[in-house]
Structures are given as structure tokens and as C-alpha cells.
């Protein structure tokens, strides 16, 4: 598990590549080892003790609960079988600027199909904020942090905190853990705790983009880990 500090670092900004090397031997420390995939679930990584939760959710999977037409809710799942397969959508001169974003396979049906993807607020917020994995384009700035940037394989969006918060809404009253983000510290409500998204390798069907080239998506290869479940963490900084 991350420590704290460790995870205090990460939300604090991305680590300075060195220039005498391009692959993870660059960053200082010890770092367990990633490779890359066309695919990637969302593991949840919680660094501080809480007692929100019961049980833990550390290393459970962001996936999606439906609210409304077109509108899925950020949630988290025990079961990986349940998790979300997400994709970078970009090019290489988005991934340099931080512009790409998240999408999830395009619903396909007679005549079109339709784009699914990371939905959050665009703009400045001053609240925790539900995060979304409805159909649309997923919203520019988020992916996968990875390569020169950092030795970790973990997700980001414009804001500097995903939280988790252990409610019954939006999900129909039933219990569910939302997946949010927010600005600040200060913003996080009572009933959350603050999370990193590591991204754990997947593979996306053969045939997800065939026929869909009005949606005009790039998908890119993303820093992964095998199984985050089974990193010790105890080796690593």
C-alpha cells in the first residue's frame, strides 16, 4: 500500500524525469514494475486508515452505476469482473499537454454508435463533485499518468484529489461508494477519503472500433500494472 507520504507526493505533482535514461531506471527509488496495454481497469489505492468503510474498499475497481439516460454514476466494486474497461483517447501531442481523456468502448447499435466516456465538471469547482462514465466523449485532461512524467502508472483529471464517499446515493437508495473528485482538502466531505487510481492492464475486444470512425477516437497504449492486488508494496518507496 502507498504510504503517506508517498501519496502526498503524487498529489502534489508529477516527478521530474532525469535525462540519462528512458525507462523507470530515470526515477530515483524503486518502483514496482509496469508495462503497457491498449486497456486498463481503475484500482482503487487507499493510504490512509479509515473507518468509513466496512469492509475496506483498498483495491476495489471504479465502475459505473446507471442514474438516468445516458448516465452512469462513478462507483467502486469488490469484483473485477464488474470493473469498467477504460481506454486513453488522444494523440502523442495531447498525451505532451495533458489533454487527453478517458473513454469507455462506443455502445454500437444499427446505424451509429454512440461514445461513452470519463464525465466531471469543466471549469473551476469549489465542492466534491460526482464523477460520471456516461455516453458523450470523455472530458479533455484526464488519463493515465506514465513515461517520462512518473514511475507510476495512476490517474489524473484537472483536480487534484479523487475521493471516495461511503453514501447511498445516487444509485436508486441502494448503499454505493461514489467516486468523486475534489479541489481541495478542505472540500473532502466527512463520509469520504481521499484515493489514487492505479491502472491495472486490460485488453479491449478486437472489433471495439470497427465501424465507428465518425467518433473519431485515437486510442493510445497506457502505463499499466499486471495486478495491482498483488503488489507488495512493502518492496517499493
Known amino acids: 500500500?502507498?504510504?503517506?507520504?508517498?501519496?502526498?507526493?503524487?498529489?502534489?505533482?508529477?516527478?521530474?524525469?532525469?535525462?540519462?535514461?528512458?525507462?523507470?531506471?530515470q526515477f530515483q527509488g524503486n518502483y514496482p514494475p509496469r508495462t503497457t496495454a491498449n486497456g486498463f481497469k481503475l484500482v482503487a489505492n487507499i493510504s490512509t486508515p479509515s473507518d468509513?468503510?466496512?469492509?475496506?474498499?483498498?483495491?476495489?475497481?471504479?465502475?459505473?452505476?446507471?442514474?438516468?439516460?445516458?448516465?452512469?454514476?462513478?462507483?467502486?466494486?469488490?469484483?473485477?469482473?464488474?470493473?469498467?474497461?477504460?481506454?486513453?483517447?488522444?494523440?502523442?501531442?495531447?498525451?505532451?499537454?495533458?489533454?487527453?481523456?478517458?473513454?469507455?468502448?462506443?455502445?454500437?447499435?444499427?446505424?451509429?454508435?454512440?461514445?461513452?466516456?470519463?464525465?466531471?465538471?469543466?471549469?473551476?469547482?469549489?465542492?466534491?463533485?460526482?464523477?460520471?462514465?456516461?455516453?458523450?466523449?470523455?472530458n479533455i485532461g484526464a488519463g493515465v499518468v506514465g513515461g517520462l512524467r512518473s514511475p507510476w502508472a495512476q490517474a489524473f483529471t484537472p483536480y487534484p484529489y479523487f475521493i471516495v464517499c461511503n453514501e447511498t446515493e445516487p444509485a436508486y437508495g441502494r448503499p454505493q461508494h461514489a467516486v468523486k473528485v475534489a479541489p481541495s482538502v478542505e472540500s473532502i466531505p466527512e463520509n469520504c477519503v481521499a484515493v489514487t487510481f492505479l491502472a491495472q492492464c486490460a485488453t479491449l475486444p478486437e472489433d471495439v472500433f470497427e465501424g465507428v470512425d465518425e467518433l473519431n477516437i485515437h486510442q493510445l497504449d497506457a502505463p499499466c500494472y499486471e495486478d495491482v492486488g498483488a503488489i507488495d508494496w512493502s518492496q517499493y518507496d
Open 52 to 138: 468509513i468503510f466496512d469492509p475496506p474498499v483498498h483495491n476495489w475497481f471504479l465502475s459505473g452505476v446507471h442514474v438516468g439516460a445516458g448516465l452512469n454514476a462513478a462507483i467502486l466494486v469488490p469484483n473485477v469482473d464488474a470493473a469498467a474497461t477504460l481506454f486513453v483517447n488522444g494523440t502523442g501531442r495531447d498525451v505532451s499537454a495533458q489533454a487527453t481523456s478517458i473513454g469507455l468502448p462506443p455502445i454500437k447499435y444499427q446505424g451509429g454508435a454512440t461514445p461513452m466516456g470519463l464525465r466531471f465538471p469543466m471549469g473551476p469547482i469549489e465542492h466534491a463533485t460526482n464523477l460520471g462514465l456516461n455516453f458523450g466523449p470523455g
Open 1 to 25: 500500500m502507498f504510504t503517506t507520504a508517498l501519496f502526498s507526493a503524487l498529489m502534489a505533482g508529477l516527478t521530474v524525469a532525469s535525462p540519462l535514461s528512458l525507462t523507470q531506471r
